[in-house]
């Protein structure tokens, strides 16, 4: 009945039921104030974004230190 | 009582409407670190080359775009996503469809200049894993070090008010007794909500005793989890929310430690692509045998639609233990990530341990 999952989802009080994660995976979307901006701006942003990291294209497996 | 029989209904009216709207996609195996509980088994090379990202695309495209409810995300996993070169890219593409992207990682190479460069290509969500203090996290990880950058990533995060965010720990019999240590140096990073799992037995998890906990351990566990989100809701001072995953079915700990009753969602909202193209429900689950098609043969969407069946019933986890458990009709099975191989038996009641 996907008219009642409409209405439940669209219920303040029910909402939370919607509110869920996988087990292994993130917090649900974006915070509400901002989910619809197309141009994201933060504080950070405001550093020139550096090339990807030398240590992230060199990685190799002998780098790995197992610790024991 | 009438509340259990709702959120059954309410669960059966969701598995019937079966509408999507959290897609995992395993976008590279290579990880740079080496975890003693990784079900993925992960390597620094990786075993499969990274899916390209036009592949991924393609199958994405396949969802109608009526299909796609305003919260619909796309979840990147690994291994270790950062170690795509094109994350960025990856983001943008997925953000210019209009849908949301979140990112699960181990926080070794989140620095400012990543932070930045992600929040322009639009995160929206961010989990990133911190498994104990220094020498156990460590110790967990494989890599020294490890704990010291991801608590630096955690820091960034936590500091960043545009993005949902959590840090997960998954708690082992090296790292319980550090629980309100744990919480203490969570809260003092900024941290609003840490979320606790426990290990199954699969991958290199799968025989090693000091990552599972006995059963006094677990609910004790509970009994931690319970009594911070007590104190967190007396308070009412905006402190750190903790929960515990929705790995399993807890019995007289339900609604006390997580917001919502248990409700494997796998193939029911949540599906994934996996690293080698298959379609499946979490990537946890196993692949071998709950894949339900693979998007270099198959339409994404025609798979959600048609196929998932073994997810959408669960009548046949009514076996083994599980078959004349008197919880059944509220537990179905726990996680689909504790059936394997042969299915023929529940790898980890949660129930039970709980007594």
Redesign the interface.
């Known amino acids: 009945?996907?008219w009642?999952?409409n209405l439940?989802k669209g219920m303040s009080l029910t909402a939370?039921?919607?509110?869920?994660?996988?087990?292994?995976?993130?917090?649900?979307?974006?915070?509400e104030d901002?989910?619809e901006e197309?141009t994201?701006?933060?504080a950070?942003?405001?550093?020139d974004?550096?090339a990807?990291?030398e240590?992230?294209?060199a990685?190799?497996?002998p780098?790995?230190?197992?610790?024991? | 009582m009438f509340r259990d029989f709702l959120f059954r209904f309410?669960r059966a009216?969701?598995t019937?409407?079966h509408?999507l709207n959290?897609l995992?996609w395993e976008c590279t195996s290579?990880c740079?670190?080496?975890c003693r509980h990784c079900g993925s088994d992960c390597?620094?090379?990786g075993r499969e080359a990274d899916m390209p990202l036009a592949d991924f695309l393609r199958a994405l495209d396949t969802i109608p775009k009526k299909e796609r409810p305003p919260?619909f995300?796309v979840?990147l996993?690994g291994g270790e996503p950062?170690?795509r070169?094109d994350i960025e890219a990856v983001g943008r593409a997925i953000?210019q469809r209009g849908l949301?992207w979140?990112?699960?990682s181990n926080g070794w190479?989140y620095?400012?200049?990543?932070?930045?460069?992600l929040?322009?290509?639009?995160l929206?969500?961010?989990?990133i894993s911190l498994d104990g203090l220094e020498v156990e996290h460590?110790?967990m990880?494989?890599?020294?070090g490890s704990f010291a950058r991801a608590e630096k990533a955690i820091a960034?995060a936590a500091a960043?008010?545009?993005?949902?965010?959590?840090v997960?720990s998954c708690i082992n019999r090296r790292n319980i007794m550090q629980l309100d240590a744990l919480h203490d140096r969570l809260a003092g990073l900024g941290v609003k909500?840490w979320?606790i799992?426990t290990i199954i037995p699969i991958g290199r998890a799968k025989d090693d005793p000091e990552m599972h906990l006995t059963n006094a351990e677990f609910t004790g566990l509970m009994e931690f989890i319970r009594k911070k989100r007590e104190e967190a809701a007396a308070a009412g001072d905006g402190r750190m929310n903790v929960t515990f995953?929705?790995?399993g079915y807890l019995g007289p700990y339900e609604r006390k430690v997580r917001?919502?009753p248990f409700?494997c969602?796998?193939g029911i909202?949540?599906a994934s692509v996996l690293i080698d193209g298959r379609i499946c429900g979490?990537?946890?689950i196993d692949r071998d045998a709950f894949s339900q098609g693979n998007i270099y043969q198959d339409s994404l969407w025609d798979v959600w639609q048609h196929r998932f069946l073994p997810f959408r019933d669960r009548h046949w986890t009514q076996r083994g233990r599980c078959t004349d458990c008197p919880v059944w009709r509220d537990c179905q099975g726990n996680?689909m990530?504790n059936w394997h191989g042969d299915c023929a038996e529940v790898i980890n009641c949660h129930y039970q341990k709980i007594g």
């Open positions: 009945m996907k009642l999952h439940l939370a039921l919607f509110v869920f994660q996988a087990c292994y995976g993130t917090p649900p979307g974006y915070p901002w989910m197309e994201i701006e933060t950070a942003c405001q550093q974004p550096t990807v990291p240590e992230l294209a990685l190799e497996e780098e790995t230190e197992v610790v024991e | 309410f009216n969701e019937r409407v509408e959290y995992f290579r740079q670190l080496h390597l620094a090379a919260e995300t979840v996993t950062l170690l070169p953000r949301r979140s990112m699960v190479f620095d400012e200049a990543m932070h930045a460069r929040m322009k290509a639009g929206g969500a961010l989990t460590d110790w990880r494989g890599r020294s960034l960043e008010p545009r993005i949902n965010f959590d997960v909500q979320r799992f995953s929705c790995e917001q919502n409700f969602r796998a909202t949540i979490c990537p946890n996680g990530h």
